[in-house]
């Protein structure tokens, strides 16, 4: 193997789902260790203690199933929550809608933000000169504690795995907190871990979301380099009407730019639940 060559594995529960390329990056912050790996596969890829993250081969799988079910839901946007995503890839879908008038992206941690723009162009590209975003680097948590009443029309979790300073992010109190901030027909878009690999988190989710708003529904669809591939992404609202329909004006032009989302793939995705969640979450809804 060539000598610039290594693979990072991310191991999970006695698996390992690995990348060959040469080290970009290996780096200690305050609150995690950051790696960036180039490869002839995958294009850059970045990992979070020992998670993969991204990569420019396969984010697209992940960044626009995030955005698209909960923007294009919305007639109008005005203001748009993001939190995590240093990456750039949920801000860079967030800014196909134009008449978004201001992003709060909320990243914890600066340096993912710092070496993204450096070693993940494709990911981020031009969308961190985007006039309407601004940067706060702070604990998301803490962030939406401190807004006021309905003042979002989306929140977008783009987090990492549970972790420390994770965990928050995935409690009933933190989604009370942005129920609390959205707009009353604002949505919440979750990233919501894999029903295989993190089957126990993945129904907590599920379950968090469902007792605290009125609606939600999880979508289910691939991304290749987590672990076991599958993936799912959990949306929520109290608006009733309509939940999930997009119907946002820049539809068609949204759909056309995305190379994974459209809105039957969207369609198709919403129906995946395996059936093995769907009855463990009616197991415990009849506990409850
Ligand atoms: N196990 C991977 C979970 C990843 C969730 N967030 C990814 C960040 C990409 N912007």
């Not at 789902?17 to 780096?27: A, P, S, W």
């Amino acid at each position: 193997m060539d000598k610039h060559q290594i693979w990072i594995d991310e191991i999970y529960k006695d698996s390992r789902y690995g990348l060959k390329g040469k080290l970009l990056v290996r780096k200690k912050t305050a609150f995690q260790e950051i790696i960036i790996l180039e490869t002839i596969e995958y294009g850059n890829a970045l990992m979070l203690d020992g998670c993969w993250m991204t990569s420019d081969k396969d984010e697209k799988y992940y960044h626009e199933c995030l955005v698209h079910p909960a923007l294009s839901n919305l007639l109008k946007i005005n203001k748009v929550l993001i939190i995590g995503g240093g990456d750039g890839g949920t801000l860079r879908e967030c800014i196909k809608y134009k008449d978004i008038e201001a992003i709060d992206l909320v990243e914890i941690d600066e340096e993912v933000i710092n070496l993204s723009k450096h070693f993940l162009k494709k990911v981020g590209g031009n969308s961190w000169c985007d006039k309407r975003l601004k940067i706060n680097i702070y604990d998301g948590f803490k962030w939406v504690k401190n807004i006021k009443n309905n003042h979002y029309d989306a929140i977008l979790v783009d987090c990492s795995d549970p972790s420390e300073f994770a965990n928050g992010l995935f409690s009933n109190d933190f989604y009370r907190e942005c129920k609390r901030i959205l707009k009353e027909k604002g949505i919440l878009a979750t990233q919501s871990e894999s029903p295989e690999s993190f089957k126990n988190m993945h129904i907590k989710i599920n379950k968090s979301l469902k007792s605290i708003f009125r609606k939600s529904s999880t979508m289910y669809a691939f991304v290749p380099f987590y672990p076991s591939g599958i993936w799912s992404w959990t949306f929520a609202s109290d608006n009733e009407k309509d939940f999930l329909v997009p119907k946002h004006p820049q539809i068609q032009s949204i759909e056309n730019s995305c190379d994974v989302w459209n809105s039957n793939y969207q369609e198709g995705a919403l129906k995946m639940m395996p059936n093995k969640v769907m009855k463990e979450l009616l197991q415990q809804n009849s506990n409850d």
